[in-house]
């Protein structure tokens, strides 16, 4: 069976600078807080260090070549604001705005549209220190005048860009679970980071729409995460639950940006730990995306609590639980991945349906989907089956979500490469690219080749 994409989909791959640069040190980079995170003992499984990672500092043309030879149509990386700004603000390093610009420009030459994420986790050590990171006053401004260096040095060949990625992991895993950097645990600063971080994607978006757009013409948009909810049961008090959880997920960073106000939900619950969108933050930031980027893995039932019975959830994947009174669980029979998350295709064409349901259908790119799997390398090649088999699932659902009127633009697999994966270091293998031990030779798995074929056809020949 055949399942077509609209014509102009835009087929990539997606990385992230910390996990996969190294040079972490090189050529004049300042330290992030992901640099002094991994120096911790006992925050980063195995001690791994994002140090060396994929060397793609050192290898960018070997890189590009690789991606060309997948046919990927575009790529979406992030630039290392530290490798940027080394003290986070102030004077800019040429070495960094170098090694950007030679990415950029052999992508071009390769025929691959770069897409460029300002800010993937790695925030400049400085800023943390100085400033209490994403808790901090001056944070948005520094982010907007970062931003600026970016797209007055890129944006002429950049026409794609993200602001924050998942600005739910920053917040949550960094400020509230302590389990991501800066690796603070808190039940009122996620939700201050939260209001931080999205001031800081939208003066990011206001300096480029009144500064460089007009002349650039490129787009700018937020990618957000999100895993699916499903009610565990049909009773309204589940279905309530499904959608609180979701509102406490996506809603709490979408809605601001499309309704101009936090979901009703979070306010009544948080009180004032959350903070209050004055009406110069709502003019701000409402309307402040060209785009909706989604990143999605999974999807977990949802059922009501009784006060306090979700505290301390196993799953950990739920935000501060206890602030949202939803039990989380997985149903038995679902396949797992090597994160443990579950293959559940259905819920990301249920996600992408409740995102143009909500937000009046707007464009729609899943800018990551993946997953990881304990892959073995034998005698230099990848059998992956299980991988190919999850993305065919995910995306003959995506295939249907379009059918059913999702205005869906693209899609970027997670992860060309094998890289750091945060906390749990190099253990989690989410690329359809193996990286050889040692050599740090590209080795491409097979769904690296399926992909190659996916895109050849623009969809899928099951
Ligand atoms: C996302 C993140 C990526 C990658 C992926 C797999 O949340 O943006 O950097 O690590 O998860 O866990």
């Known amino acids: 069976m055949k399942k077509q994409f609209p014509d102009q989909f835009t087929w990539g791959g997606a990385t992230s600078s910390y996990q996969i640069e190294g040079a972490w040190n090189a050529d004049g980079k300042g330290p992030s807080i992901w640099d002094v995170f991994c120096m911790i003992p006992g925050k980063v499984h195995n001690g791994d260090t994002g140090n060396v990672a994929c060397d793609h500092y050192h290898r960018i043309a070997e890189d590009v070549a690789l991606m060309k030879q997948i046919g990927l149509k575009a790529y979406r990386f992030s630039i290392s604001w530290p490798r940027i700004l080394p003290a986070g603000r102030g004077a800019v390093n040429q070495n960094g705005i170098d090694f950007y610009n030679k990415l950029i420009d052999q992508l071009l030459e390769a025929g691959i549209e770069p897409w460029a994420t300002l800010y993937h986790w790695d925030l400049p050590a400085a800023l943390e220190f100085e400033i209490g990171g994403w808790l901090g006053e001056e944070i948005s401004d520094a982010f907007a005048d970062y931003a600026g260096v970016c797209f007055q040095h890129f944006g002429d060949r950049v026409k794609n860009w993200i602001t924050i990625n998942e600005a739910w992991v920053v917040s949550i895993l960094g400020y509230g679970l302590g389990v991501f950097a800066p690796g603070r645990t808190s039940n009122a600063a996620p939700y201050l980071a939260g209001h931080n971080l999205l001031k800081a994607h939208a003066k990011a978006v206001r300096l480029y729409r009144e500064k460089y757009q007009p002349a650039q013409h490129g787009q700018i948009g937020i990618t957000n995460n999100c895993d699916w909810r499903e009610p565990l049961t049909d009773t309204a008090a589940d279905k ?39 009406p110069a933050d709502r003019e701000l930031i409402f309307g402040s995306s060209d785009f909706f980027g989604l990143n999605h893995y999974t999807t977990m039932y949802a059922a009501d609590a009784a006060e306090g019975a979700a505290a301390g959830s196993v799953y950990g994947n739920g935000g501060l639980s206890e602030d949202q009174d939803v039990s989380l669980s997985v149903a038995p029979d679902w396949a797992l991945t090597g994160m443990q998350w579950a293959i559940v295709p259905w819920g990301c064409r249920k996600m992408l349906e409740w995102i143009a349901a909500r937000y009046d259908n707007p464009p729609v790119y899943i800018t990551e989907n993946g997953c990881a799997f304990d892959d073995k390398l034998e005698d230099g090649q990848v059998h992956d089956v299980a991988r190919i088999a999850f993305f065919e699932g995910y995306l003959g659902e995506i295939h249907q979500a379009i059918q059913n009127g999702v205005n869906m633009r693209g899609y970027f697999i997670w992860s060309l490469l094998d890289n750091f994966e945060w906390a749990s270091g190099y253990s989690k293998k989410f690329g359809i690219t193996a990286i050889e031990p040692e050599t740090l030779r590209r080795i491409p798995k097979d769904s690296a080749l399926w992909y190659k074929t996916v895109i050849l056809n623009n969809g899928l020949n099951l």
């Open 240 to 278: 309530a639950a499904a959608e609180r959880a979701l509102e406490f997920f996506l809603a709490w960073f979408a809605d601001p940006i499309y309704k101009g106000d936090y979901p009703e939900s979070m306010k009544t619950r948080l009180g004032s730990r959350l903070p209050e969108i004055t």
